[in-house]
Nanobody, 118 residues
Framework: QVQLVESGGGLVQAGGSLSLSCTAS????????MAWYRQAPGFPRDLVAS???????IYADSVKGRFTISRDNSKNTLYLQMTNLKPDDTAVYYC????????????WGQGTQVTVSS
């Protein structure tokens, strides 16, 4: 079965930086799309950034210019580099992968906590 494991979360001050990693038990090159989502208390789970097989990217307006999503297929790892962090970035960040064969498959990591203090 497919496993996605996030790491790199922690506590940082506003204006600081963090880098998150998501390591897959399968080839990340085989995902049609990978993404980072986040969920803060009282809010729905929102898309932060996504990347396709062809490296097209989409970012939420709230993180444009501050976050960068990338993938290293040789390491089967997805990354999210976060800079100029704000308290509103505080959330559990989830790694997501999607594949399409005979049907659509969605895979989720367990999440990693990011807390930004003011």
């Amino acid at each position: 079965q497919v496993q996605l494991v996030e790491s790199g979360g922690g506590l940082v001050q506003a204006g600081g930086s963090l880098s998150l990693s998501c390591t897959a038990s399968v080839r990340t090159a085989d995902f049609d799309e990978m993404a980072w989502y986040r969920q803060a208390p009282g809010f729905p789970r929102d898309l932060v950034a996504s990347i396709t097989r062809t490296d097209s990217t989409i970012y939420a307006d709230s993180v444009k210019g501050r976050f960068t999503i990338s993938r290293d297929n040789s390491k089967n790892t997805l990354y999210l580099q976060m800079t100029n962090l704000k308290p509103d970035d505080t959330a559990v960040y989830y790694c997501h992968g999607m594949t399409k064969q005979l049907k659509v498959w969605h895979y989720w990591g367990q999440g990693t906590q990011v807390t930004v203090s003011s």
